[in-house]
Nanobody
Framework: VQLQASGGGSVQAGDSLRLSCTAS????????VGWFRQAPGEEREFVAA????????TYADSVKGRFTISRNNAKNTVYLQMNSLKPEDSAVYYC????????????????????WGQGTLVTVSS
C-alpha cells in the first residue's frame, strides 16, 4: 500500500488542523495505521494509531484529549484531528500502515509499520 499524508500547515496556538492519510491499493481495512511526528533534532515519536476496522485506537499521552484519529475505509483515508494545538506539536507528521496486526500487538504499541508515507509539516506558533 502507498500512503499520502496531507493537511499540514502553519497555525496559531489553540487552533485546529486535520491531517489526512490516503492509501492506494485494496483491502485498506486490513491495515492498522499510525501517525508519527518528528521535530527538528528530535527522534520520531508515536502520536496515534487506529486498527483496520476503526474500532480501537491508541494515543500518546501528550496528545490525549486533544487529538482524535479516525478512518473512512470507503475512502481509504485515515484522519488525525488535532485540536488545541501547542507550539510543541510542531513537527513533520508521517503516517504508516501495516496489515494483519493482532489486537495484543496493536495495544502494546509495538507495531512494526512497514509502509510509510511522506511527511506533512505542521507549524504551531505561540
Amino acid at each position: 500500500v502507498q500512503l499520502q499524508a496531507s493537511g499540514g500547515g502553519s497555525v496559531q496556538a489553540g487552533d485546529s488542523l486535520r491531517l489526512s492519510c490516503t492509501a492506494s491499493g485494496r483491502a485498506f481495512r486490513d491495515y492498522a495505521v499510525g501517525w508519527f511526528r518528528q521535530a527538528p533534532g528530535e527522534e520520531r515519536e508515536f502520536v496515534a494509531a487506529v486498527r483496520g476496522t476503526g474500532g480501537t485506537s491508541t494515543y500518546a499521552d501528550s496528545v490525549k484529549g486533544r487529538f482524535t484519529i479516525s478512518r473512512n475505509n470507503a475512502k481509504n483515508t485515515v484522519y488525525l484531528q488535532m485540536n488545541s494545538l501547542k507550539p510543541e506539536d510542531s513537527a513533520v507528521y508521517y503516517c504508516a500502515a501495516r496489515a494483519g496486526v493482532i489486537l495484543s500487538t496493536f495495544l502494546s504499541g509495538k507495531v512494526d509499520y512497514n509502509n510509510w508515507g511522506q511527511g506533512t509539516l505542521v507549524t504551531v506558533s505561540s
